[in-house]
């Protein structure tokens, strides 16, 4: 025990080390982590080897890390992205993995390996993916929801992955369809159970027990746990009971405070997956590294532009296709989490896995630095799917051909949908164009709203103006606002043009740009709340004045 002890003490110095070196380059702490994981096995330093403790403490944490997946993975966020979000994120995953299967097997891969690998290069990573674009602050942004879409398909995906590949017995003498068959109603009893528990029993028990601070924690990991035994029971892996239970929990208002604590337990444990990962490894020279130069490039390149013009196609305007590819230009921790399970099952070798990891790490790496471009990048990327773009802005302003709007609103976000409610409601004839294409699906199919993208210079000749009095751009982007007066004015546009901004400064320079109406609703907003403390203020120093 003593030198388990030791061999840990030293492993963690080593994990801190990389851990810092990879946050001081502006790195995820994952990369830091997973270089560890390598060197400290022994196809490096050999600090350490496979031991039975190492791998348990391993499992442990990824349990955690579904458990922490599982209680993002709320229900309703699902419904509110919308089908066509969902279908992006399923039609990726398919089509990245027929390509992957395809550059594995030219690459004498066999077929049981390849399809590991063309599953793994199909799934982004949630960590780093969220920490892009927390740093640049676009997870409410259209691209941010999107990508964020893909991601939940993808984690539904793999934890479906994991159910079949640690259910399914090769040995058994009942056949591949029976095997399914009984997966699947024990899965859905399974399930059945889990979402009764959810809705009648858990928010109860959760609300008394977040009263003690202490015991929420511990009971959410007790419940983690216990599911997980009962997934094992039933024949499935720990890890997907983990999920399940996380999922359970994902509607309850503690969510985050238990994933918040949970953390950085899970992060500790992680490192042991990743040291166990990498005392599994093997390279076996220049075959390998043209393997993982191939599906490097693929990843890096391939995907995202595959993202980028499903995502179009689909109807998300060019602009945030491209972003959204760009941010998941890497493959995920689930990849590896994968591997690991594929050579747990003899399925795989440690080759392989070994080529899994290295795709992570050099994908990782460099998609983390592209995502420090992604705005020059951007623009030259989506300009050749702007005609896809433009021909779907084309078609639905032909479908509304019969029409006639006095009114466009071009932004169909809270101000923009408030204003195109209420002059339809007054009886207006208004027209909205908005750049999430869930918008005019969720919208009543007999409101005119149409596909169309105020970053792109050629939207107003594509839009029918000729009876048009009023224009309302309700983005707050001045540039975005000075181009449409700009492109308007190209256009022949007669009528007067209402903007939204957010400072002083801008609504002077929009106005002798010649705006009609330039307002700021920030401040329109905060203008009652200000009268009414005011004048409370004011009623206040009055009666002081009085009763003195």
Partial sequence: MSDLLSQIGIVLLVCVGLGVAAIGLRLPLLVGLLIAGVVVGPQVLGLVGATPEIALLGEIGISLLLFVVGLKLDPRLVRKLGGVVLLTGMIQVVVTAGLAYGIATLSGIARIPALY?????????????????SDREQIE???????????????????GLMVVLASVDPDSTATLLEQFTLIGLTGLALFAGVGLAARYVLPRVVHVLARQGELLVLAAVTWAV????????????????????????????????ISGRLS?????????????????????GLDDLGLVAALTVFVLVGKPLLIA?????????????VTSGLTMGQISEFSLILAALGVALGQIDGRIAGVMAAVALATITISTLLSARA???????????????????????????????EVVVIGLGRLGQTVFDELAGRGVAVLGVDHDPRTARLTDPDAPVVFGDLSDPELPAQ????????????????DLHRDLLSALRRAGYRGRLAVAVDHPDEERLLRQLGVDLVIRPLEQAAAPLIAAIHAHELDHRTAGRTLE
Avoid at 309 to 321: C, D, E, K, S, Y
Avoid at 385 to 399: A, C, G, K
């Fill in 264 to 284: 950085t337990l899970r992060d500790f444990l992680l490192v042991f997956f990743f040291i166990d990962l990498g005392t599994q490894l093997r390279f076996d």
């Fill in 141 to 159: 942004e259209l691209h941010g929801r999107l990508s964020l879409g893909i991601l939940i398909v993808q984690d539904i995906v793999v934890v």
């Fill in 309 to 321: 013009l499903i995502a179009t196609v689909l109807g998300f305007q060019a602009r945030v296709a």
């Fill in 463 to 478: 839009l029918p103006l000729a009876e048009v009095r009023w224009i309302v751009a309700s983005p707050r982007d001045p």
């Fill in 226 to 257: 216990a599911l997980a035994a009962l997934a094992h029971l039933l024949g499935f892996s720990e890890e997907v009971g983990a999920f399940l239970a996380g999922v359970a929990l994902a509607s309850s208002d503690y969510r985050e405070a």
């Fill in 117 to 133: 690998l063309a599953a793994g290069m199909s799934f982004s990573s949630t960590v780093v993916v969220i920490k892009l674009l």
């Fill in 375 to 405: 705005d020059r990048l951007v623009p030259r990327l989506s300009g050749p799917l702007v005609r896809l773009q433009r021909s779907r802005t084309r078609r639905d302003v032909e479908q509304q051909v019969r029409f006639r709007p």
